[in-house]
């Protein structure tokens, strides 16, 4: 294809709003392969109307992501916040940042001090209790009579939401609290005032139960957290609170949403869930291919450029903002073969469904053990287990910045 007709199809694609909507459950938008193929990093508008550089291409996110010449700081003018109004915006910055919106050494240090709870050997020691958890769960759903189970209410959710809770020392009744709060503010269609109001909530409640430890410690990180700032003679309440505020709030929703696409992904093809049956062994590298496929946080990538930078032969501009698709890149045919294909013997851990550089995110280890326990009790303690309505009627999230879906019927 002749550069003047790359150049005539970016051009029509720049009229885009993105992200678009997924029109099939599965799939990314047409339009994204068209970019991929034809513009992988181009010129573009957010819903919001803000001019962006749309990042679709595998290498050419993974050398954003991993450049700290592009910054995460949502403070920066010109850092491309999707879905915010200016007023939330404004909150927003008025506060101190999120982990995920510090650079370098400033990140560094926030990350330092938690990234050790994350640890393959520390999740190890957590495994019993993630299994515990999925089968008292799991006996719940086998103790009904009632059918079908909505498998969201039944499982999916509250499995990461007990698991993140008793991790951080979280108490577990108040979950409907802070898992209605996290949806309004992650839900598109929510209004200002409401996004506003559910920040502002979740942060009010996790100040709290910050100020409770401080007094009344407990087995939990973040009590542990405030017993090595006291060692070092600082404690920084302001710095848990970001901490705490990023982890509960990141800390469920997207691995309950992973639980019941994985769970639709699997039950729609049957000969790849007939593999991971035969063999649980398997069962990791299917986690990483559900991951791939589905990436349910696509377009939260989002950098400000802190100097001019040349990536992939397009010149982007310091003050300029970039939005990384890490659904358009986990579908690029040129790192992933076929990648429509379902192949959950692919072994696709290069993908960019937890990021990748710097900011990759800091419970993926947690998250891969919670969905590798869930895949593989559930189906061997409910082999015959089936969806109740066609893919097609499934409610999904195509109105949130976490795709999922809202309710999954299920019967056995």
Not at 82 to 98: E, G, I, K
């Given at each position: 294809?002749?550069?003047?007709?790359?150049?005539?199809?970016?051009?029509?694609?720049?009229?885009?709003?993105?992200?678009?909507?997924?029109?099939?459950?599965?799939?990314?938008?047409?339009?994204?392969?068209?970019?991929?193929?034809?513009?992988?990093?181009?010129?573009?508008?957010?819903?919001?109307?803000?001019?962006?550089?749309?990042?679709?291409?595998?290498?050419?996110?993974?050398?954003?992501?991993?450049?700290?010449?592009?910054?995460?700081?949502?403070?920066?003018?010109?850092?491309?916040?999707?879905?915010?109004?200016?007023?939330?915006?404004?909150?927003?910055?008025?506060?101190?940042?999120?982990?995920?919106?510090?650079?370098?050494?400033?990140?560094?240090?926030?990350?330092?001090?938690?990234?050790?709870?994350?640890?393959?050997?520390?999740?190890?020691?957590?495994?019993?209790?993630?299994?515990?958890?999925?089968?008292?769960?799991?006996?719940?759903?086998?103790?009904?009579?009632?059918?079908?189970?909505?498998?969201?209410?039944?499982?999916?959710?509250?499995?990461?939401?007990?698991?993140?809770?008793?991790?951080?020392?979280?108490?577990?009744?108040?979950?409907?609290?802070?898992?209605?709060?996290?949806?309004?503010?992650?839900?598109?269609?929510?209004?200002?005032?409401?996004?506003?109001?559910?920040f502002a909530e979740l942060r009010a409640y996790i100040d709290d139960l910050i100020t409770r430890k401080e007094s009344e410690p407990g087995?939990?990180?973040?009590?542990?957290?405030?017993?090595?700032?006291?060692?070092?003679?600082?404690?920084?309440h302001t710095g848990l609170v970001s901490v705490a505020f990023l982890l509960l709030t990141a800390g469920h929703e997207t691995t309950a949403?992973?639980?019941?696409?994985?769970?639709?992904?699997?039950?729609?093809?049957?000969?790849?869930?007939?593999?991971?049956?035969?063999?649980?062994?398997?069962?990791?590298?299917?986690?990483?291919?559900?991951?791939?496929?589905?990436?349910?946080?696509?377009?939260?990538?989002?950098?400000?450029?802190?100097?001019?930078?040349?990536?992939?032969?397009?010149?982007?501009?310091?003050?300029?903002?970039?939005?990384?698709?890490?659904?358009?890149?986990?579908?690029?045919?040129?790192?992933?073969?076929?990648?429509?294909?379902?192949?959950?013997?692919?072994?696709?851990?290069?993908?960019?469904?937890?990021?990748?550089?710097?900011?990759?995110?800091?419970?993926?280890?947690?998250?891969?053990?919670?969905?590798?326990?869930?895949?593989?009790?559930?189906?061997?303690?409910?082999?015959?287990?089936?969806?109740?309505?066609?893919?097609?009627?499934?409610?999904?999230?195509?109105?949130?910045?976490?795709?999922?879906?809202?309710?999954?019927?299920?019967?056995?």
């Amino acid at each position: 294809m002749t550069k003047s007709m790359t150049k005539s199809i970016a051009g029509e694609l720049a009229d885009l709003e993105l992200p678009v909507e997924r029109g099939c459950p599965f799939a990314p938008p047409a339009e994204y392969e068209r970019l991929r193929e034809h513009a992988p990093i181009s010129r573009t508008r957010l819903a919001s109307g803000a001019e962006v550089w749309w990042v679709s291409g595998h290498a050419e996110g993974r050398a954003v992501l991993a450049d700290r010449r592009f910054s995460s700081d949502r403070r920066k003018d010109g850092f491309p916040v999707l879905n915010v109004d200016a007023a939330t915006l404004q909150q927003l910055r008025s506060q101190p940042p999120l982990m995920i919106g510090m650079d370098g050494e400033e990140h560094a240090a926030a990350r330092r001090p938690v990234i050790g709870e994350f640890t393959v050997k520390r999740l190890a020691a957590l495994r019993p209790r993630v299994q515990e958890i999925v089968d008292r769960f799991i006996d719940d759903m086998l103790a009904t009579d009632q059918r079908p189970v909505d498998l969201v209410q039944a499982l999916s959710l509250p499995v990461p939401s007990l698991v993140i809770s008793e991790l951080l020392g979280v108490p577990y009744t108040d979950h409907d609290f802070f898992q209605s709060r996290t949806a309004v503010a992650v839900r598109r269609t929510s209004s200002p005032e409401d996004r506003r109001r559910a920040f502002a909530e979740l942060r009010a409640y996790i100040d709290d139960l910050i100020t409770r430890k401080e007094s009344e410690p407990g087995d939990d990180l973040f009590s542990r957290q405030i017993a090595r700032q006291r060692r070092n003679g600082a404690l920084d309440h302001t710095g848990l609170v970001s901490v705490a505020f990023l982890l509960l709030t990141a800390g469920h929703e997207t691995t309950a949403n992973m639980i019941s696409l994985g769970v639709i992904g699997l039950l729609t093809h049957p000969e790849q869930l007939a593999l991971i049956k035969a063999d649980p062994g398997r069962t990791p590298m299917a986690v990483e291919e559900l991951l791939r496929y589905f990436a349910i946080t696509d377009a939260v990538a989002s950098r400000v450029a802190t100097e001019d930078v040349r990536i992939g032969g397009v010149s982007i501009k310091a003050g300029e903002g970039v939005v990384v698709s890490s659904l358009s890149a986990n579908w690029d045919p040129s790192v992933f073969k076929n990648p429509a294909d379902l192949d959950v013997e692919r072994g696709a851990r290069h993908h960019l469904a937890f990021g990748f550089g710097p900011h990759q995110c800091l419970g993926q280890n947690l998250a891969r053990m919670e969905l590798q326990i869930v895949f593989d009790t559930l189906f061997r303690r409910i082999p015959t287990l089936r969806l109740a309505t066609p893919v097609e009627d499934l409610p999904f999230k195509t109105d949130a910045v976490i795709y999922g879906a809202y309710e999954l019927p299920v019967t056995w």
